[in-house]
């Protein structure tokens, strides 16, 4: 069982990026996955969570509007595409497989801590 973050990079202030989430190991059709992200001394936050059952999904106050998470259909990989960037979006990002089959139509299911199996991060800066 394995997620695996990639994308990350050096853009400047009103960029766009995509990050990918490449999963391994278990049915992504009855999960929920997160994107989190945290910046240097700072703890980390939730950015976007989906239910890829449903495909219901959250948004952080900070990125609603900007982001957007979603699958492409038939694909192991979950995207977050970041639009209109801002230097406080620097962070290294996460991707994780939650506990939960689903989000169960509560924010509180995008919370780190509801996240058992977390990917190796991947670099944001946004240089101003």
């Known amino acids: 069982v394995q997620l695996q973050a990639s994308g990350g990079g050096l853009v400047q202030s009103g960029a766009s990026l995509t990050l990918s989430c490449t999963t391994s190991g278990f049915n992504l059709d009855y999960s929920a996955v997160g994107w989190f992200r945290q910046a240097p001394g700072k703890e980390r936050e939730a950015v976007s969570c989906m239910s890829l059952s449903d495909g219901s999904t959250d948004y952080s106050d900070s990125v609603k509007g900007r982001f957007t998470v979603a699958r492409a259909n038939g694909e192991n990989t979950v995207y977050l595409r970041m639009h209109s960037l801002k230097p406080e979006d620097t962070g290294v990002y996460y991707c994780?497989?939650?506990?939960?089959?689903?989000?169960?139509?509560?924010?509180?299911?995008?919370?780190?801590?509801?996240?058992?199996?977390w990917g190796q991060g991947t670099q944001v800066t946004v240089s101003s």
């Open positions: 994780a497989k939650s506990k939960h089959l689903d989000l169960g139509g509560s924010p509180s299911r995008c919370s780190a801590h509801e996240y058992v199996l």
